[in-house]
Every structure is written in C-alpha cells, then in structure tokens.
C-alpha cells in the first residue's frame, strides 16, 4: 500500500460512499461467458466443437462502471441506450434488481443491444462474437438521453462519462454534458476513447489507458521522470482538464494536475487473473472517491488499489468496499 493514503484515511474515505451517489452516461453492453469442453473437431469444418456446459452474464462497458459504483456502496443512475430486444430487457432488470435506477435507459429500435460474447474452454478463451451498431443514435433518442440526464443531474454528487464509441456520445451531447454540469456545480469524470477526448475538454478527470494517451498526445510516452511530466502537463493544457489520469498496467498511474503536480503511483504487486473491466472498476473509484472529498492523489491511490483488487478476480468483475480495506 502506497504510503501516502494511510489505511486511517482510506478507511474515511470508504466509509462515506454509502452516502454518495452518481450518474453514469455512455455505452451499455453485455458481457456473455459461455463455458464449456473441446473435445472433437467439427465433421463441417476444421474447426473446433465447444460443448457448452455454463453461461454468464454480466453487465459490461458504461453498465459495468454502474455495477462497479453500485457494488462499493454507493447509489447510481445510468443514461444509455439498449435495443428492443431480450439481453436488453434482461440487463435493465438485472441492473434494476440490483437497485440502479434504469429509468434513463432508453430503447432504440434501430440498434441491438451490445453484446460481447466470449466462449471458454478448458479455462481458455477460444472466440468472442460481438453484436453491435456503433452508429450514431438518432437525435430524438440524444434528446431524451439529455433530459433524464437535466432530470437526474440535480439530485447526484457527480457524473462519469463512459465512452466506447458506440454511438451514444457526439460532440454536441458532449459539449451539453459539460454545460450541465458546470451549471450545476457538478464535477464531470469521464473515460472516453482518443477520438471521443477532445469532445470533453473541461471535464474534471479525464482517465485513459497508456495506449490511448500515447495516440491522444502523438508519440509513446518517454522513460525519463522529466520527459514524461512535461508530456503529460502538454496533453492535460491541451485537454483543458483539471486532472489527467493515465493508467499504465503493470507500471501502475501517472496523474497530472492542473498546478502542475504530477505523480507516480506505483501498481500492486499482485497475481493476475483478468485484466477485463479492470479500467471501469478504476474511473467508477476515482470518481467515488473525489466526491468523497479526496483529494486527486488520495483518489488515484485509491483507484490503482481496487484496480489491483480487480484484476485478481476472473472475468468482467466487482469489488466491495471490504476489498478495499482489507486488500494490503
């Protein structure tokens, strides 16, 4: 555990997310396990034949980041689309089961609900199907997607954007999430893809991966210390964003201040056991955190722990607060 967030302040910190609530905006999907055996080859083909003996569903992309919010404690609200189809209806259920408020969920006839299927045998992933229609939603659905978020925005602490460019955020929706926000007092996290970044410019956090921050920014990320802070603090003005995270895997968080602090943190040394979902359980921590009061590195140290604490679980999973403070 990194020194600077002691374990007195990180027990503070958790024990207010109960208290906290926030509205997650952006791509919902699917996240489907089939589990099974190979043991022949296809008379039809050259191909492999699964025999399927368990399924699993999960709530997978902006729907993870609420379930993530949800499972630490807090209240949430999801804004996003989903088709008109089972797995739709079937998530929105689900996620309403688990008292997350779906009233912002809309159905769009036009576009499947996301699904991201992953067939698994002998404890390898062997394929994954995807269904998706990663066009632009129409306006009138962007419309109502902005009123429940004018509906809902008042009675919560903050909003995270969760972009996979599927077609839910636009620059015009973008721009009108910032406005909403900054005329409500309300601090804007988001996590959005390069090609979606720019459209945000002004939020609060802005959180990638390195992969993404090196296309942002137009060249890899340097080595030295020097080099690297000057690289970030570059992205950060250019962003117009009051913090910069850049998550970096095994090489743990760099974070970048608008005063112009920038920090390390170093990751956990721990054994990995799946890295999907782990940037949603890491954006849905910061943001809880920040609107507990943290500050941005007691936030990001926060977050680099539930990222390690993630990782240790197998497929698209949660934390607890009990991870949290139990995790050393």
Not at 240 to 257: E, H, I, K, M
């Amino acid at each position: 555990m990194d020194e600077r967030l002691s374990r007195v302040r990180r027990e503070e910190i958790v024990a207010q997310f109960a208290d906290r609530s926030l509205l997650v905006v952006g791509d919902l999907m699917v996240d489907e396990y089939l589990y099974g055996s190979a043991r022949r080859i296809s008379q039809e083909g050259p191909v492999m034949v699964i025999d399927v003996v368990s399924d699993e569903f999960k709530p997978g992309g902006a729907a993870n980041v609420g379930n993530n919010i949800r499972s630490l404690g807090a209240r949430v609200a999801l804004v996003g689309v989903v088709g008109c189809d089972d797995i739709g209806r079937v998530l929105r259920q689900t996620l309403a089961d688990w008292q997350v408020d779906v009233s912002g969920i809309l159905e769009d006839s036009s576009r499947p609900t996301t699904r991201k299927t992953r067939i698994v045998a002998q404890s390898q992933q062997v394929m994954r199907v995807d269904r998706e229609q990663a066009a632009p939603v129409g306006e009138a659905t962007t419309r109502g997607l902005l009123e429940h978020v004018r509906r809902i925005l008042p009675t919560v602490d903050g909003i995270l954007v969760s972009d996979y460019r599927k077609g839910v955020l636009s620059e015009s929706s973008a721009r009108s999430l910032i406005d909403l926000a900054r005329s409500l007092g309300k601090p804007l996290i988001t996590n959005p893809k390069p090609s979606s970044a720019r459209w945000l410019s002004g939020a609060r956090v802005l959180s990638l991966n390195q992969v993404e921050a090196e296309e942002l920014g137009g060249g890899p990320l340097p080595d030295s210390d020097d080099a690297l802070h000057r690289y970030g603090d570059r992205l950060a003005a250019s962003m117009d964003v009051d913090t910069l995270l850049v998550t970096r895997g095994s090489r743990g968080l760099c974070l970048w201040l608008r005063n112009g602090e920038y920090h390390q943190i170093p990751a956990h040394l721990v054994e990995v056991a799946d890295i999907a979902g782990a940037g949603d359980t890491t954006i849905g921590t910061m943001a809880l955190a920040l609107v507990c009061g943290a500050s941005d590195t007691e936030a990001a140290e926060l977050a680099n722990l539930a990222g390690a604490c993630v990782v240790r679980k197998h497929g698209v999973a949660t934390i607890t607060p009990e991870d949290l403070l139990h995790a050393v």
